[in-house]
T-cell receptor
Framework: GQSLEQPSEVTAVEGAIVQINCTYQTSGFYGLSWYQQHDGGAPTFLSYNALDGLEETGRFSSFLSRSDSYGYLLLQELQMKDSASYFC?????????FGKGTRLHILP | DADVTQTPRNRITKTGKRIMLECSQTKGHDRMYWYRQDPGLGLRLIYYSFDVKDINKGEISDGYSVSRQAQAKFSLSLESAIPNQTALYFCATKGEGSYNEQFFGPGTRLTVL
């Protein structure tokens, strides 16, 4: 089966950098995705890593180490609008399993 | 118009009732998914489908059934609703193969009394 572990909550200051970690156990692995969900909204796609290394998209970066079954999402220059829940998700072919999510609190 | 739509958006029903949640998409994607979201438990996969003839169970399929009526339509049924099926339900779509992004509908909030 699959399981993903990520912290339930993280708090950071506006303008700072925060890292949200995700470890996973899967029977098959095609890649790791990250999604953002604001309260009352639907999840929206942020990034995807199929290979080891860092992917950068604006203020957001995502990292993957397949040998460690580990990835993280890095958010830079935090803004209040980044207050949301963040989910990592493992892709096993096209079966996609989500972690329980990390609630990001941003302090002014 | 939204690419992925869900109906109804909110539903209150009673224990033992049959209920159907519907999902439609205009993205032309083959892959469609149903998830439920509960506070603190993230999104859990109920069923997923690669095409009209391919339906697969997810993590928590017991108590649910699905129907893929067409490439664009994927319905989730609760044959006999129970209170612990109270949750927020999301439908999602994905393109084939290397297209990695899932597109989510707005969600259906279901309450079973």
């Amino acid at each position: 089966g699959q399981s993903l572990e990520q912290p339930s909550e993280v708090t950071a200051v506006e303008g700072a950098i925060v890292q949200i970690n995700c470890t996973y156990q899967t029977s098959g692995f095609y890649g790791l995705s990250w999604y953002q969900q604001h309260d009352g909204g639907a999840p929206t796609f942020l990034s995807y890593n199929a290979l080891d290394g860092l992917e950068e998209t604006g203020r957001f970066s995502s990292f993957l180490s397949r040998s460690d079954s580990y990835g993280y999402l890095l958010l830079q220059e935090l803004q209040m609008k980044d207050s949301a829940s963040y989910f990592c998700a493992v892709r096993d072919y096209d079966k996609i399993i989500f972690g329980k999510g990390t609630r990001l609190h941003i302090l002014p | 118009d939204a690419d992925v739509t869900q109906t109804p958006r909110n539903r209150i029903t009673k224990t033992g009732k049959r209920i159907m949640l519907e999902c439609s998409q205009t993205k032309g994607h083959d892959r469609m998914y149903w998830y439920r979201q509960d506070p603190g438990l993230g999104l859990r996969l109920i069923y997923y489908s690669f095409d009209v003839k391919d339906i697969n169970k997810g993590e928590i399929s017991d108590g649910y059934s699905v129907s893929r009526q067409a490439q664009a339509k994927f319905s989730l049924s609760l044959e006999s609703a129970i209170p612990n099926q109270t949750a927020l339900y999301f439908c999602a779509t994905k393109g084939e193969g290397s297209y990695n992004e899932q597109f989510f509908g707005p969600g259906t909030r279901l309450t079973v009394l």
